[in-house]
């Protein structure tokens, strides 16, 4: 009993540490200035499933251009075609500085899912479409990639069982040691 009761603990710790993805977001609007992107990171758990949302904050690649210079929006988990996973993302609305209100409005954009990024498990790379409004001003493409994998703040928790582990069995090695 005395032996069981630290490897009880640090194995009890052990199932702290959760892993969390994290991926990357980017739109290409290249259409609106030669080179320019929107992009972001947002975290799912371990085990994305269906119905699972994230927040991301995107920033421009050339914040002058745009404002605001920066967005936040929701990514959302949904059921892939045919199968697997798809990321879609919230509506995103920011002004073209440079862009014009006639005869085309290429000032107040407003981008919107046209087809979905399609993965069969995460992480995942993957690419899909948008578009400026419906009838389309102009369409391009935004694409997911992993960022990383980190194990998420829960491993802190571990530390110290770890440590409560290593005290118990010094003092019942202490213990032991005493009545021998």
């Known amino acids: 009993m005395r032996i069981l009761v630290p490897f009880v603990l640090l194995i009890g710790g052990a199932g702290l540490i959760h892993a969390s993805i994290i991926e990357s977001i980017s739109f290409n ?8 992107t929107l992009s972001g990171t947002f975290t799912l758990p371990n085990t994305p499933s269906v119905g699972n949302t994230a927040p991301v904050t995107l920033s421009f690649s050339d914040p002058s251009d745009y404002s605001p210079t920066s967005l936040t929006g929701t990514i959302s988990v949904v059921s892939g075609t045919p199968s697997g996973f798809a990321i879609d993302f919230s509506e995103l609305t ?76 010094r003092h019942i090695r202490t213990r032991h040691a005493q009545q021998s």
């Open 94 to 169: 920011f002004t073209n500085v440079a862009g014009t209100v006639s005869p085309i409005d290429t000032k107040d954009i407003d981008l919107t899912r046209a087809s979905l990024a399609q993965c069969p498990s995460f992480p995942c790379t993957a690419n899909g479409s948008f578009r400026d409004r419906n009838p389309a001003v102009f369409t391009a493409a935004y694409s997911i990639s992993p960022a990383a994998q980190v194990p998420e703040p829960g491993y802190l928790l571990f530390l110290p069982l770890l440590f409560l582990t290593i005290l118990l069995r």
């Open 29 to 36: 609007l290249s259409s609106l200035h030669p080179g320019s």
